[in-house]
């Protein structure tokens, strides 16, 4: 758009990106987490993370915990190789890297935690630690005195 007024509301955001640029690794981080949908879904026994990595290998894909409570789904999605006589019209699917983490609740078993990827879903389930058991009543016998 050359209209001048448009041109004068942008200008300042220009000028505030050109002077002030985000940090390399911020919008790539940025990117990154934005690039992948996750369900999570809440089980009696446990937390089920899901989701679609389509043409991906396990290599490709990393499941870790951070902090003692932070689940960190990454990974890479790479390109074919560029063949210099394949033209493309048209290029939709996403490639580089993608990231989604997830604070576990309180009552997350750290230590039981499984991933398995099955025809391009990947499945990561957190085990519930149960809670305690209320405690019982003591009964104390009475005696006849």
């Known amino acids: 758009m050359d209209h001048p007024l448009f041109q004068l509301l942008c200008f300042p955001d220009e000028v505030e990106r050109s002077l002030n640029p985000p940090a390399q690794k911020y919008v790539r981080d940025s ?5 992948t949908a996750v369900d999570v879904k ?6 089920v993370f899901v989701a679609d990595m389509p043409g991906l290998k396990s290599a490709d894909i990393k499941v870790q915990l ?6 960190t789904i990454s990974g890479e999605r790479k390109r074919e190789d560029h063949n210099p006589d ?5 290029m939709e699917r996403s490639a580089g890297n993608f990231m989604r983490k997830f604070t576990l609740p309180a009552n997350a ?14 499945t990561v389930t957190v085990p519930k630690i149960p809670p305690p058991e209320p405690p019982k009543p003591k009964s104390i016998e009475v005696t006849v005195g």
């Open 66 to 71: 951070e902090n003692d409570n932070v689940l």
């Open 31 to 35: 990117r990154a987490i934005a690039s």
């Open 109 to 122: 078993d750290k230590e039981g935690i499984t991933a398995a990827c099955h025809d391009g879903v990947l």
């Open 42 to 47: 809440e089980m009696p026994q446990s937390y």
């Open 86 to 90: 394949v033209k493309f019209i048209r």
